[in-house]
C-alpha cells in the first residue's frame, strides 16, 4: 500500500500553499479579526483559483475532482489559517444537498455562484429544539398552489449572512406525520426571497470570521420546483450527506492541527532560556513528537474516508465519522499543546495558535459532535447504520 | 473563629451569585470590570484577604484564602484576578522581607483596595527562566536607576506599586545579585506600556511596563539596603505562595462548571431524551466529580500543612497542576456536553475554557510544577 500522494495531488496541495504565501498575510487576517470581517478578497480570489467548487461538476462551474483532492484543498487552507480557512472551507454549506440530490435547473443555477464566489450558500438543519440529526423539525413548509409556503426558525445557520446567496433548508412538509423523522424535505430558498430574517448568534469561541444565524422564514414563498430530490425524503437525505459533513470538518481540523503544530515548532526551534533551544528539552521533543504523531495518524484516517467518496460514492460512513473524531481530538490535543509550547505568548491573541485552539473547538462541536459521532460508529459497527 | 469565617465565605458565596455572575457576560464581551463593582469588592474586604489584620486585612490563613478564592472563579476569572496580585504576588514580598515602615505604609492601602499591587518579573527573555531578567538597577546617590522592560504584568494599569525584580549585580545574578524593589506609579522614567490581548482573561489587564532611568530610592528596596542582591529568594517565596491560590481558583471554576453540566442533563431528562441515551455524559459527570473530589481534598490538606508550618514546595506544585489540568479538562468536556450552544459566549462555558487555560502557564507552568515535584523525588 503505496501512501504517497501522486504527483497531480503533490500540485495541488503546492497550489494552495502558494495561495496561503500569497495571501494568507498576518496583517491583513489580524485586520479582519479586529473588524469582525469576513475575508471577502480572499474568498473572491479563492474562487478565481476554482478552491470553492472543487468537486463540482465541470458543467457548473466545477473543476471536476472528487472529494479527496477537496480536503487535500481544504486542508492545505485551514493550516495557513484556521479561521480563514474555515470560510472558505465552509463557503459552499449545504451544496452536498444540491449535488446528490437537486434537478438540473437548479443545480445550474446556484452551484455556479458558489464555486465563482459570487455567493455564499448556507445549510439551515438545526432548530432550538432538534435533535442532532433532523429529529423534531418544527419547520413546516405547506403546498399552495405550485408554491412552498415556509415558516420557522433555524440555528447555528452557518453563513447565514448578507453574502449568503441560497438556503437549504430542512423543512416539515407533511405535518401529519407528527414530530417523527418522516414527511421532511429539503427546499433551496433563495436569500432575496421576501420574509427572511437574519439574526447573528452573538460572540463565540471561534470561527470568529463566520456569519452564524438564527434564520426566520415567515410565509416565505418559493416555487414547487425548489424541492431538492423527492418530498417526504428528507431525512433519509439529510443523514446522506453527513459523511460530506464529517470529512469537510475533519479537513478544517487536521489543516488547523497542521498549522498550529508548524508554528509551535518553528517557536521552539529558536526560543532560548536556560541557556538553550526549547527543542532541546527532552520534554518538547517528546511533545514534539506525539503532536506530529496524531496528525500523520488523522491524516490517514482522512485520506481512507475520503477515498471511500471515490467516484461520487456517498462515502464509508464508519470510516468518515472515525475521521471526523480523530481529526478533531488531535486538533485539540495539538493545539493544546501548540499553546503549552508558546508559553505565555500562547495566551496572547497576536501569536495565533489560541485561535487554532478555539477554531479546533469549533470543528468538533459543529457537523456532529463527539457523542454523535460514537453513536453513528457503534452503529455501523453492530450493523444498524 | 470558623463560624465567622463560614459567615464571611457564605457571603462572599452569595455576592458571586447576586452580583458577580449576573454581569459577567458583559464584563466579558465589553473586557472590563465596572468600577461600581470593584468598589464593592474592597467593601467585602477582598483586596485583603491575606493581609494580616494589623495592616488592615483580614488575615485569613491559607486555607481559608483559598476556599475564598474558590468561591470568587465560580464566575469569570477576572474578578479574582482583579484582587489576586494584591493578595498575592504584589505585596508578599513586602509581607514577607519588607521593613516595618515599608509594611505600615504599603499593606494597609493595599488591604482597602486603595492601592493595587502588581509583581513585575517576567521579561521577553525570562519567562520559565525567571533568572534570565535583564532590567538592571543602578546607585546613583539616593536612588537607584532602572532601566529594561517587563512583560505581561497583571494588573499594570491599575496598579499603584510594583514589586519589582532588577539585576544589581551582572556577575551574581539570581545568586545574590537580583533586587525588589517597591516602584510607585508617577515615579520618573516609569511608563506603562500597551496591553496584551488575550485568549481570555478579558476584564483582567496585562501589560507592558517600562523602566527608563526610573529613579527609585533607597527606601523603596524590599527590606532596605541590608536586602539588596537578595530579591530572588524573596521573588521564588512569593510564587510559591501563589500555587495554591491557582489551585483554588482552577478548584473554584471546575466547580461551577460541573454545576452548569449537571442543570443541563437535568433539562435534557426533563425534556424527555431517554436515560440510556445520556449514559455517556452521566459517567463523564461522575469522572468530573470525582476529579473535583480529589482536587479539593489535596488543596485544603496542602493548605492546612502550610498553616501548620510546614514547607510544601513540592506539594504546592502538585496541588498547581493536578487542579489547573483538570480544570482545562473539566471545560473541555463540559464542551461537549453542552454541544453546539455550547460555543456561544452567553452561554458561559467557553469563557470558563478560556479563562483557566492560562493557570497552566503563569505563576510557574505546569513544565515547572512538574521539575520541582520530581527535583524533591530525586533528591538524596
Known amino acids: 500500500m503505496d501512501f504517497t500522494l501522486n504527483k497531480e495531488h503533490q500540485q495541488i496541495k503546492q497550489t494552495v500553499k502558494d495561495f496561503v504565501k500569497g495571501e494568507f498575510k498576518k496583517e491583513i487576517i489580524h485586520d479582519l479579526l479586529n473588524t469582525t470581517a469576513y475575508p471577502e478578497k480572499i474568498w473572491k480570489k479563492a474562487g478565481d483559483l476554482g478552491f470553492l467548487g472543487i468537486h463540482f461538476p465541470e458543467a457548473y462551474s466545477g473543476e471536476g475532482l472528487g472529494m479527496f483532492e477537496k480536503i487535500l484543498i481544504v486542508e492545505g487552507l485551514a493550516t495557513g489559517d484556521s479561521s480563514v480557512g474555515a470560510c472558505l472551507g465552509l463557503a459552499g454549506s449545504g451544496t452536498e444537498m444540491l449535488l446528490r440530490h437537486g434537478d438540473e435547473p437548479l443545480k445550474k443555477t446556484w452551484l455556479p455562484q458558489v464555486a465563482d464566489a459570487t455567493h455564499l450558500s448556507a445549510y439551515a438543519l438545526m432548530e432550538p429544539a432538534s435533535g442532532s440529526n433532523g429529529e423534531h423539525i418544527k419547520t413546516t413548509a405547506i403546498l399552495k398552489h405550485h408554491s412552498w409556503v415556509i415558516n420557522g426558525t433555524k440555528t447555528f445557520v452557518l453563513n447565514g449572512g448578507p453574502r449568503t446567496g441560497f438556503y437549504i433548508v430542512l423543512c416539515r412538509t407533511s405535518p401529519e406525520q407528527g414530530t417523527s423523522i418522516k414527511g421532511l424535505s429539503i427546499l433551496l430558498v433563495p436569500a432575496d426571497t421576501k420574509g427572511i430574517t437574519r439574526m447573528d448568534m452573538g460572540k463565540r469561541i471561534g470561527y470568529e470570521l463566520l456569519d452564524i444565524c438564527q434564520v426566520q422564514f415567515k410565509d416565505v414563498e418559493v416555487p414547487f420546483s425548489n424541492l431538492i430530490g423527492k418530498a417526504g425524503n428528507g431525512y433519509e437525505q439529510t443523514r446522506d450527506i453527513f459523511n460530506h459533513a464529517c470529512l469537510l470538518f475533519a479537513a478544517l481540523a487536521l489543516g488547523t492541527a497542521q498549522g498550529a503544530f508548524e508554528r509551535s515548532f518553528a517557536h521552539v526551534r529558536q526560543r532560548t532560556q536556560f541557556g538553550k533551544k526549547i527543542i532541546d528539552f527532552q520534554n518538547t521533543r517528546h511533545k514534539i513528537a506525539s503532536m506530529a504523531t496524531d496528525i500523520e495518524m488523522a491524516r490517514l484516517m482522512l485520506y481512507q474516508g475520503a477515498l471511500s467518496c471515490e467516484n461520487n460514492q456517498k462515502g464509508d460512513t464508519k470510516h468518515c465519522h472515525m475521521a471526523k473524531l480523530i481529526a478533531c481530538r488531535t486538533a485539540m490535543q495539538v493545539c493544546d499543546s501548540a499553546i503549552q509550547l508558546l508559553g505565555g505568548y500562547g495566551y496572547i491573541r497576536e501569536y495565533d495558535v489560541e485561535r487554532f485552539y478555539r477554531d479546533a473547538k469549533m470543528a468538533e462541536l459543529l457537523g456532529g459532535n463527539t457523542h454523535t459521532l460514537k453513536n453513528a460508529i457503534a452503529e455501523t459497527l453492530i450493523g444498524k447504520g | ?380
Open chain 2, 1 to 380: 473563629m470558623q463560624e465567622e469565617f463560614e459567615r464571611y465565605r457564605l457571603k462572599i458565596r452569595d455576592f458571586v451569585e447576586q452580583v458577580l455572575e449576573p454581569m459577567a457576560v458583559q464584563v466579558e464581551e465589553d473586557g472590563k470590570i465596572p468600577e461600581s463593582l470593584v468598589e464593592q469588592m474592597r467593601s467585602l474586604g477582598l483586596f485583603g484577604l491575606s493581609i494580616p489584620r494589623i495592616y488592615g486585612g483580614l488575615g485569613l490563613t491559607t486555607l481559608e484564602e483559598v476556599m475564598i478564592y474558590e468561591q470568587l472563579t465560580r464566575t469569570n476569572a477576572c474578578y479574582r484576578s482583579r484582587i489576586g496580585t494584591s493578595n498575592g504576588i504584589g505585596s508578599m514580598g513586602i509581607l514577607f522581607d519588607g521593613t516595618d515602615e515599608q509594611k505600615t505604609t504599603f499593606l494597609p492601602p493595599v488591604a482597602a483596595g486603595r492601592y493595587t499591587a502588581a509583581f513585575a518579573l517576567t521579561e521577553a527573555d525570562a519567562g520559565s527562566d525567571a533568572a534570565n531578567i535583564r532590567t538592571t538597577a543602578v546607585l546613583d546617590g539616593n536612588d537607584w536607576i532602572l532601566n529594561g522592560t517587563k512583560q505581561f504584568i497583571t494588573n499594570a494599569d491599575t496598579a499603584t506599586i510594583f514589586t519589582t525584580l532588577a539585576v544589581t549585580d551582572e556577575e551574581k545574578r539570581s545568586r545574590g545579585g537580583v533586587t525588589a524593589f517597591i516602584v510607585e506609579k508617577g515615579m520618573p522614567g516609569f511608563s506603562i506600556g500597551a496591553g496584551d490581548v488575550k485568549m481570555g482573561l478579558r476584564g483582567s489587564h496585562t501589560h507592558e511596563l517600562i523602566f527608563k532611568h526610573c529613579r527609585v530610592p533607597k527606601e523603596n528596596v524590599i527590606g532596605g539596603m541590608d536586602m539588596v542582591g537578595q530579591g530572588f529568594k524573596t521573588a521564588m517565596r512569593v510564587l510559591d505562595k501563589g500555587r495554591l491560590a491557582i489551585g483554588g481558583a482552577a478548584l473554584g471554576a471546575s466547580q461551577k462548571v460541573l454545576e452548569l453540566c449537571v442543570d443541563r442533563v437535568k433539562q435534557m431528562i426533563k425534556s424527555k431524551i431517554p436515560v440510556q441515551d445520556l449514559q455517556a455524559i452521566q459517567f463523564d459527570l461522575a469522572d468530573m466529580a470525582t476529579q473535583i473530589y480529589a482536587a479539593r481534598q489535596m488543596l485544603y490538606h496542602t493548605a492546612k500543612l502550610k498553616d501548620q508550618g510546614e514547607n510544601v514546595t513540592q506539594k504546592a506544585s502538585m496541588v498547581k497542576v493536578f487542579c489547573t489540568e483538570m480544570a482545562s479538562h473539566i471545560a473541555d468536556k463540559a464542551l461537549d456536553i453542552f454541544s453546539q450552544e455550547g460555543c456561544l459566549t452567553q452561554n458561559r462555558i467557553e469563557t470558563f475554557l478560556r479563562d483557566v487555560r492560562l493557570y497552566r502557564i503563569y505563576e510557574g507552568t505546569s513544565e515547572i510544577q512538574r521539575i520541582i515535584i520530581s527535583r524533591d523525588l530525586l533528591h538524596e
